[in-house]
């Protein structure tokens, strides 16, 4: 991680450590680094680098843009972006697949898509890799929850399993045959057994 | 794990495996089984066995029971139990430490505490141990809230953060500072740095 090891000063550090100089960074400083590979997030005064991407994991943030898009794209109504980064509330994520309503997608001024994206998504999901604290990643949906993100999906490859978030951060845990909540306006209808099953290819 | 390996199938499998003989479980069955150390589970169909006590897991059990009983029982409002299996809707669970309002504490006639639980508790507590799943003890919780269950905490001590869930299934991340939620009428004020500051003995 090199400096990211250096500027991850946790809460209590701060605290106790009172004759070291705190290596803290700001949400303004963090964004002036260049970026990483994988991208690093900051959430909360912390940074974190995300995992690398692997085979399920990549599979299924290409068949969420892929199928989410083949329904919100000719109806106009959303759009499915894979790893862009959201900088919005104080916080910098870049969620494995973001969606946003059209109208919330900035543009610049010839029309074309921007590139900062300095607003949350309607939409957020995450995907689980192996090993990656499962508490960041809900962390990350529920700044989203609590910042006006509808929805937001964490997929658990180990468990077969996918939490939800919904407002108020209520959260759900669906497994087999249970129907996925879905965006509002974008006609899908997905079980998490047939989410599982893109993997079987 | 021996026996728990061969009834611990999962759903998918019973519907791919057609041909193989089914080795599922009911929850009664479940229960005629003899207790297993450490203990183990049945919740959704499945069987889990609990990890192995670690250092920080039962230092954050013995205080948590001592301090919820030092303010709870002698103003007969509730009483925290370690380790105590509870058999409700469908599972039995036996959390790191649950917390009965006293009028719901089970009695046999002679008025003392009865050895069987069949009921939700009031305030359950997980403890995350290392390499345990997240989702599955996050899942214990999930049932506890949707059949009746006030509070519920889930210590994360790899990310010095708790995660409570309440009524409806809504959940809090909460770290450093943040209050904790109390079971109501229980007059004990923590925060989530007070509850890691117990391992420092």
Redesign the interface.
């Known amino acids: 991680m090199g400096i990211l090891d250096k500027i991850d000063v ?3 550090e701060r605290e106790t450590i009172v004759t070291t100089v705190v290596k803290s960074i700001t949400l303004e400083k963090f964004l002036q680094l260049p970026e990483t590979e994988p991208a690093s997030e900051y959430i ?1 005064g912390e940074v974190y680098q995300k995992p690398m991407l692997q085979g399920e994991h990549s599979r299924f943030q290409g068949k969420l843009v892929t199928t989410i898009n083949e329904v919100a794209e000719p109806q106009k109504i959303a759009l499915a972006l894979p790893e862009l980064r959201c900088t919005f509330s104080g916080a910098t994520i870049v969620p494995d697949v973001t969606v946003f309503l059209r109208q919330r997608i900035p543009r610049i001024e010839s029309g074309r898509i921007a590139n900062r994206f300095e607003s949350h998504p309607d939409w957020a999901i995450e995907i689980l890799s192996p090993n990656q ?4 990643v ?2 990350n949906l ?1 700044h989203c929850s609590k910042n006006g993100t509808e929805l937001g999906w964490l997929i ?1 490859p ?4 996918i ?1 939800t978030v919904h407002s ?6 669906l ?2 045959i249970d129907p996925l909540p879905i965006l509002s306006n974008i006609h899908l209808s997905l079980t998490v ?1 047939q989410v ?1 099953r893109w993997l079987n290819i």
């Open positions: 946790r809460e209590e909360d604290s499962q508490t960041k809900l962390r529920l658990l180990e468990e077969d399993s939490l108020n951060q209520r959260i759900q845990l497994a087999g057994e599982f």
